[in-house]
């Protein structure tokens, strides 16, 4: 039994190459921090198919279906654009307000979006947590995953929106991948925290709603970042929102209010959010069949 | 052959009762933020006040060899289904260690994520990933899984439109075609007519020949008795016997 005998500990539970291969599980009570990533490494199919699921599930039995991602930012933009942009006249840098929000919307509601599904992932899924075992990071990440074929639709109305006012955005747009990139980090930093908090305190469960809403008005979504005083800037960007949402504009639009030390600070809050999250994440994730 | 495949080492699991009662399973807000300032860690980590802890498992000792069949038996809130938890991972240990040679697939309940809207063929390669398996291996036994639940004709349709027997067969079959050495097995034999108790039973005595480890927990006494050579009795949280099935069956009984 000497050949092909190796040591893995807690981390692992299947050997999804070879099942002949002999590999050795201890269960310990303390969990290892390295097997985490294997972990889910290895159980990233899973991943894929509760992505799958959780997208498939949104418009299943849906008239109109995947519609609903056009239809959804449109039809709330336009009813911004009625309220803040003709009524209110809330100044837009210049732009034309629709684009200006449509923009504006499209950053905010993929965040927001990731955070609420994931965030409300871990209890939704709770039937699955107490019968199986499998890294429970794979829930709320899923749950994110299908965020970003959102963002993927609503950026073709962007930009369809674009071609219709004859603007042609620079080359700023290429920055737009990295905005996008650090919306996920901050997102998925924030969601590992809601999830697992709402595992043990379902008042997370009532209080998202005013949270996303609260977070909404720190962020430039229907206003302007222009109309936040500059030497309060600095602080308003350690919201990862505030800085990306505004990033969008100032890829797509060219707005001017992002400067360097906002995407510094927007950077390090995002990345603070995700290494805390996941160390949060993966203090309290053993007991959730417990709790849940 | 007769190679440890399972190896418990004093293994005991607390849960504490401030968990374990229901009315404070979650506690409001307010009540915490009375206490948060105490210990802001341990309020993060879901730990209010101190609480009693109470013992579900305590120095739980045993090995198993590679091929056997072991029953596990006891009354309600002896620990077999806690013990099943810990092994099959739901669920960590507060102390002990367990050693598990190769990969293990626990029905601890057949159905875990089956959802009822979407098809049979998406249901079964949602609940094989669930179980760990991936979409190659997936692929690979698909055809099994369909022939063995016999649901071919109504692959497309949403399981909610399914009868529960078909539901059942389908589920079992996902779980029963999870390759793997290390076989945990919880009541899934409760559910189900006659005639899908005796194929349940068949698929695990096919694995035992098969030289899979079959870890069997059941409050069936004739299923164990016909299943397991060797039976484990648990009470209140230890085992009180551990021979041969006859020997421990006596003892639950008598």
């Known amino acids: 039994m000497g050949k092909g005998y190796f040591k893995i500990k807690s981390g692992d539970k299947f050997m999804s190459e070879q099942v002949t291969t002999e590999a050795e599980i201890v269960i310990e009570p303390q ?12 159980f990233r199919d899973l ?15 849906t008239v109109i279906g995947v519609a609903w991602i056009v239809l959804q930012p449109l039809l709330a933009s336009l009813i911004f654009a009625l309220i803040f942009g003709v009524f209110a006249r809330i100044p837009s840098d210049g732009q034309p307000y629709l684009l200006f929000v449509l923009c504006g919307m499209t950053a905010w509601n993929f965040f ?23 890294p429970r990071a794979i829930i709320p990440l899923a749950a994110g995953l299908g965020s970003l074929v ?3 639709v609503s950026l073709t109305v962007v930009f369809g929106a674009l071609t219709l006012y004859h603007i042609c955005p620079g080359w700023r747009v290429l920055a737009l991948p990295l905005f996008c990139i650090m ?6 930093g924030a969601s590992l925290w809601l999830s697992a908090l709402m595992v043990y305190y379902r008042d997370f469960m009532h209080a998202m709603p005013f949270i996303l809403q609260i977070w909404m008005y720190i962020t430039p979504v229907v206003y302007a970042a222009s109309l936040v ?19 969008f504009r100032w890829a797509i639009l060219g707005s001017n209010v992002l400067t360097w030390p906002m995407v510094m600070v927007g950077t390090a809050s995002s990345i603070f959010l995700l290494v805390s999250g996941v160390i949060y994440f993966y203090s309290v994730e053993r007991n959730f069949a417990d709790v849940v | 052959m007769s190679e440890t495949v399972i190896s418990v080492k004093e293994v005991g699991k607390a849960y504490s009762m401030a968990v374990t009662r229901g009315a404070t399973l ?6 915490e933020l009375a206490l948060m300032p105490r210990n802001l860690w341990s309020w993060l980590k879901g730990r209010g006040a101190p609480c009693e802890t109470f013992w579900a498992l305590k120095g739980v000792s045993f090995e198993v060899k590679r091929g056997e069949v072991v029953g596990v038996i006891g009354s309600n809130g002896s620990g077999k289904s806690t013990l099943l938890k810990i092994l099959s991972r739901i669920t960590p240990p507060t102390t002990g260690e367990i050693r598990l040679r190769g990969r293990v697939a626990s029905l601890l309940e057949v159905g875990a994520g089956f959802h009822p809207e979407l098809s049979g063929r998406e249901n079964i390669f949602l609940n094989g990933a669930i179980l760990g398996m991936t979409r190659q291996e997936i692929r690979r036994n698909f055809d099994a899984i369909v022939a063995f639940a016999e649901i071919a004709k109504f692959l497309e349709a949403p399981v909610k439109h399914y009868s529960s027997g078909m539901y059942m067969r389908l589920a079992f079959s996902v779980a029963a075609h999870l390759e793997s050495e290390i076989l945990l097995v919880d009541e899934v034999l409760a559910v189900g007519d006659a005639q899908f108790q005796k194929k349940c039973l068949g698929k695990m ?3 035992s020949r098969a030289g899979k480890t079959v870890l069997f927990v059941s409050h069936d006494i004739n299923a164990v008795r016909q299943m397991c050579r060797r039976t484990i009795l648990l009470a209140q949280g230890v085992i009180v016997k551990d021979d041969l099935s006859e020997e421990t069956i006596k003892c639950y009984l008598g």
């Open chain 2, 26 to 31: 979650h506690r409001t807000l307010t009540e």
């Open chain 1, 47 to 61: 991943l894929w198919i509760l992505a799958e699921r959780d997208v498939r599930l949104r418009y299943k039995q």
């Open chain 1, 183 to 188: 919306l996920i980090v901050a997102a998925v």
């Open chain 1, 112 to 134: 927001s979006s990731i955070l609420q599904r994931a965030g409300n992932s871990l209890v939704g899924n709770g039937f699955l947590i107490t019968k199986v075992y499998f």
């Open chain 1, 150 to 152: 959102d963002l993927i």
């Open chain 1, 31 to 42: 969990l290892r921090v390295e097997h985490i990533f294997r972990d889910i490494w290895r």
């Open chain 1, 229 to 247: 005083p500059a030497e309060w800037i600095i602080y308003f960007s350690l919201n990862p929102a505030f800085v990306f949402v505004e990033g």
């Open chain 2, 205 to 207: 005595g096919e694995a």
